[in-house]
């Protein structure tokens, strides 16, 4: 019995259209729903245990790339021009986070965090500081 494999050399590869690394879940899952909305046929992969990997959506058939990047591409921009007439909003409004608002929240915090800055400094500049 004799199996015959055929490799179509012409045949579409894979593309990365989007990395994941650090990506807000919210914006993934909007990814991934207009992609099925358009019929892109993708996959997803994980950085994997140690973070080595590529995470990311690819593309099955790299004939459909103009179109799913125009899509991603315009839904980025919508979604930039989103948090900016929120950010916006905020500061009409008085409501967005400032480093005063955070020092009266959470003051312990924020000492905790200068004091390890601080020490960090001191720890680095301190065999030149010894040097001299």
Do not use: C
Not at 3 to 21: F, K
Not at 61 to 81: C, F, I, P
Not at 110 to 129: A, R
């Amino acid at each position: 019995m004799s199996i015959h494999v055929h490799y179509d050399l012409e045949a579409t590869m894979t593309t990365l259209l989007i990395r994941l690394n650090n990506a807000p879940e919210d914006e993934v899952d909007d990814i991934r729903q207009l992609l099925d909305e358009n019929h892109i046929d993708y996959y997803e992969t994980d950085a994997g245990r140690w973070g080595f990997s590529v995470a990311g959506i690819w593309l099955r058939d790299d004939s459909q790339l103009q179109k799913a990047t125009e899509l991603v591409d315009t839904y980025q921009r919508e979604r930039e021009q989103r948090a900016q007439a929120r950010y916006q909003e905020a500061r009409r409004s008085g409501t967005n986070e400032t480093f005063i608002h955070r020092i009266l929240h959470s003051p312990i915090a924020v000492l905790v965090y200068l004091s390890l800055i601080v020490l960090i400094l001191y720890l680095s500049i301190l065999p030149f500081i010894q040097f001299l």
